[in-house]
């Protein structure tokens, strides 16, 4: 029932704002507030300008609604905005961060992409890919453990890397829109601090699923099961 309950407070929060949920006035499962891990967005958007987008709602109405992140802690990557959000395994909403991402835009890898050397990836096949992945974490090179989000494309979730000044990675990180968001090889780079106070602790010594909403393909056609679970949810709205 609290699932339930859940979903039809996020619906009802999206009908009061009519376009988006305004996360920090609550995106919740079980009556959870927002946790202060939310501030690793830049000062002026933490304060309550940044809203949830409505593709980013419907997922998560989705997943509260059907169970479908399994009892796992799960997160929402839009690439739209450049932004992931974090949820424990109880759905409660742990905080959200600007990402870098796939310099291509695009929803699918490239075959044998994960098999190639990044600098052989050539820059068209250079996507972070949509879809639901079951993650979890494991060594990377240089001895390295990431937050494997798919392991065969080898796309993964770690911090934002910072070897090429030239790349101003910190730089895109911090400005103010995604439009200078594109910059990976389709892995998943966000800011140290958040990966260590949201992301390790909540993946660490457990699966996770991650849902990687669309930006070329329509998210039924990504995630099947949406349609026809938004449509049960909606019957027991107002």
Partial sequence: MAQVDGATDIRDRLRTTLSALTLWLGVVWAGASLPTAAAAKPAEQAQ???????????????????????????????????????????????????????????????????????????????????GRFVASYGPAYGGQTVLWVD?????????????NPKEHRLERLASPTPEDNRITFGCINVAAAFYEEVVRPTFMGTSGVVYILPEATSLDEVFPSLQAKAGAVSGLLP
């Fill in 48 to 130: 309550g300008a940044e809203l949830a987008p409505e593709a980013v709602v419907q997922v998560a109405t989705w997943v509260a609604a059907s169970g479908d992140n399994k009892g796992l802690p799960f997160m929402i990557i839009d690439k739209f905005t450049a932004d992931v959000f974090v949820f424990g395994p109880d759905g409660r909403f742990r905080g959200v961060t600007p990402a870098l991402l796939g310099v291509a835009r695009g929803d699918h890898s490239a075959p044998g992409v994960g098999d190639l050397e990044l600098s052989d990836i050539p820059p068209a096949d250079r996507t972070t890919p949509a």
């Fill in 151 to 163: 392991y065969e494309t080898s796309v993964s979730l770690h911090p934002v890397v910072t070897t």
